[in-house]
């Protein structure tokens, strides 16, 4: 065997088949991690920049209290004022029903 010859089996390795396609497999599933990754971080940043959701149309908040949150329950509504109140509405006709003071 001569020292160039000697060289070339050095520089290029025998591989497996299975070894191949499990390399290719870590990159491709690489890649997709990468992606979803990004993709969930991505909708997030979008998700938590948006605006928040108006409140329905048959609401009627008494004059002066802003809503900073908005619950529906089976039969009412609740929505939670600047003022540290909650406000519970008659889902049906929208009037309120009770108003409770958060201390």
């Known amino acids: 065997m001569t020292k160039d010859r000697w060289l070339?089996?050095?520089?290029?390795?025998?591989e497996p088949a299975n070894l191949r396609f499990l390399r290719r497999l870590v990159t491709v599933l690489t890649i997709i991690m990468i992606g979803g990754v990004v993709?969930?971080?991505?909708?997030?940043?979008?998700?938590?920049?948006?605006?928040?959701?108006?409140?329905?149309e048959q609401v009627t908040l008494p004059d002066g209290a802003t809503a900073t949150a908005f619950t529906v329950g089976s039969d009412w509504f609740g929505v939670v004022t600047e003022d540290d109140q909650i406000l519970i509405f008659d889902q049906v006709t929208g009037t309120l029903r009770q108003t409770i003071e958060l201390e």
């Open 8 to 14: 070339d089996d050095i520089e290029t390795p025998f």
């Open 39 to 56: 993709t969930v971080v991505s909708l997030l940043v979008i998700r938590l920049n948006a605006d928040p959701a108006p409140l329905p």
